[in-house]
């Protein structure tokens, strides 16, 4: 428990200090609050935030507002939890190819610039808090710059490299790190800890008794196992070795899984990411609406060569390899889905960002589109990317509800997206840690005076 206590410090005291720009506070004020309980919402409710922190929320006539203190209108909007994101890769910005992509930045010498770039995409989309899965070390330094504001960021949980058998060709070597033994892996598992791994995260090819020495070493510093897994045998094994979050299973063309399994995950309460929306809804949408890759944001946010090679990966999409078995991924993955749904497991939402054309921007709320398309309730989603997310991270106590005490990570947007989910794929205010973010189209004097634009 030793290294999970001071991580979480970090990650929460750490950023503390920008959330000091508005020590004495602002109430958010008018808006309908869906507080992540998956309760009823609270109409014309006020959300009193003083520093970093949550103190009141509740009904208009239950909540004082002191006198002075700056308001954001609500009115009209709705007033959700920060969104957490338990699977994303910061290293990635939508390339249609990771080779080309990875020759392209020279292996990893311009992740200073690709990642900077993600961390603000992320914000822009109410996303406040990220595990990333697969990045190499480089990954902290950028996540200094989010804590001391240099940049606009999520709160970032990290694997660091990956564990794996298989080294997978085309991706740098500092993204994993290859073991022959389960020894090995138990020693590289402490090493990977040492140098900064939050969470440790597997890969293909692992035996079941390397993954319980993964898990043991892993446990024995606090810190928890993500497994990237899609197979039953390597998810049978993947929970006969104790791993505590169940990454990608439903997605990547899987045959329905058997009951017996669905529902020793359900009663067992152990978590799933599904990652689904990458295979259900990139090429689709992207079929549908080719502009969506070209858009004057994207633009704006990335250095010229950058777009331009960007959109040089684009040119052809329907021919890219990530999109070959398109028809059989889409019709699987949302039965897959519908399965996890139906058993009530216990699930987080992540997105895989950003996998070729899956933008960091929308990734999060097409994720929570694509879940209820799949047969999970509006209020559901938005409970399992908040309250459910927080808690399969170890930071229920922390965030992922909107109540007095917690940290103040809140979004507001347009409408109510409890009626439609969709609507999550325009976010007016991102506040993160007391911090407040806003989209220039919704700069009203009250935001300019408390908050900065994107």
Same mark, same amino acid.
């Given at each position: 428990m030793t290294?999970?206590?001071?991580?979480?410090?970090?990650?929460?005291?750490?950023?503390?200090? !920008?959330?000091?720009? !508005?020590?004495?506070?602002f109430a958010i004020v008018g808006g309908m609050l869906i507080d992540g309980y998956e309760a009823p919402p609270v109409h014309n409710a006020v959300v009193l935030v003083r520093g970093n922190r949550?103190?009141?929320s509740g009904p208009a006539h239950e909540v004082q507002v002191p006198e002075g203190t700056p308001i954001i209108?609500?009115?009209?909007?709705?007033?959700?939890?920060?969104?957490?994101?338990?699977?994303?890769?910061?290293?990635?910005?939508?390339?249609?190819?990771?080779?080309?992509?990875? !020759?392209?930045?020279?292996?990893?010498?311009?992740?200073?610039?690709?990642?900077?770039?993600?961390?603000?995409?992320?914000?822009?989309a109410g996303v406040t808090t990220a595990v990333d899965l697969g990045s190499p070390f480089d990954i902290l330094a950028v996540r200094e710059r989010i804590r001391t504001g240099e940049i606009p960021g999520p709160r970032l949980i990290v694997s660091g490299p990956w564990i794996t058998r298989i080294k997978l060709d085309g991706v740098p070597d500092s993204y994993q790190v290859v073991i022959n033994s389960p020894e090995e892996a138990a020693a590289k598992t402490h090493e990977l800890i040492d140098t900064g791994s939050d969470v440790i995260k597997t890969w293909l090819g692992l035996t079941r008794d390397d993954l319980k020495?993964?898990?043991?070493?892993?446990?024995? *510093?606090?810190?928890?196992?993500?497994?990237?897994?899609y197979k039953v045998p390597a998810m049978e094994d993947a929970i006969a070795a104790g791993v505590d979050v169940l990454q990608h299973v439903?997605?990547?063309?899987?045959? &329905?899984?058997?009951?017996?399994?669905?529902?020793?995950?359900?009663?067992?309460?152990? &978590?799933?990411?599904?990652?689904?929306?990458h295979r259900i809804w990139v090429y689709p949408a992207t079929e549908a609406n080719p502009g969506r890759l070209n858009t004057p944001e994207l633009e704006a946010d990335m250095g010229a060569d950058v777009f331009a090679e960007l959109q040089r990966s684009f040119k052809n999409f329907r021919a890219l390899s990530y999109f070959s078995d398109t028809p059989d991924e889409i019709r699987l993955s949302k039965i897959?889905? *519908?399965?996890?749904?139906?058993?009530?497991?216990?699930?987080?939402?992540?997105?895989?960002?950003?996998? &070729?054309?899956?933008?960091?921007?929308?990734?999060?709320w097409r994720e929570m589109s694509a879940l209820v398309d799949s047969g999970m309730t509006p209020a559901r989603a938005i409970t399992a990317a908040t309250k459910t997310g927080a808690e399969i991270i170890d930071m229920g106590k922390e965030l992922g509800t909107i109540q007095a005490g917690k940290l103040a990570d809140?979004?507001?947007?347009?409408? !109510? &997206?409890?009626?439609?989910?969709?609507?999550?794929?325009?976010?007016?205010?991102?506040?993160?840690?007391?911090?407040?973010?806003?989209?220039?189209k919704y700069e009203t004097n009250a935001l300019k005076a408390i908050g900065r634009a994107f």
């Open positions: 290294r999970m206590l001071i991580s979480f410090m970090i990650l929460t005291l750490g950023i503390s200090a !920008n959330a000091q720009e !508005n020590p004495e506070g949550i103190v009141a209108d609500a009115r009209g909007k709705s007033v959700l939890p920060g969104l957490i994101d338990l699977h994303i890769h910061l290293d990635l910005i939508g390339h249609g190819d990771y080779d080309e992509y990875y !020759n392209f930045i020279g292996g990893t010498e311009r992740l200073d610039e690709m990642m900077p770039i993600a961390a603000k995409h992320m914000m822009r020495a993964v898990v043991a070493a892993a446990h024995s *510093r606090g810190v928890k196992v993500h497994s990237h897994l439903g997605s990547a063309k899987m045959p &329905p899984y058997p009951q017996p399994l669905l529902r020793k995950i359900a009663e067992d309460r152990i &978590p799933v990411v599904q990652t689904i929306a897959n889905a *519908r399965q996890f749904i139906d058993a009530n497991a216990y699930m987080g939402v992540g997105t895989d960002a950003a996998s &070729p054309l899956n933008f960091h921007t929308e990734a999060i809140i979004i507001i947007v347009d409408g !109510n &997206p409890l009626r439609d989910i969709n609507l999550l794929d325009y976010v007016a205010v991102t506040i993160k840690n007391g911090e407040v973010w806003y989209d220039p």
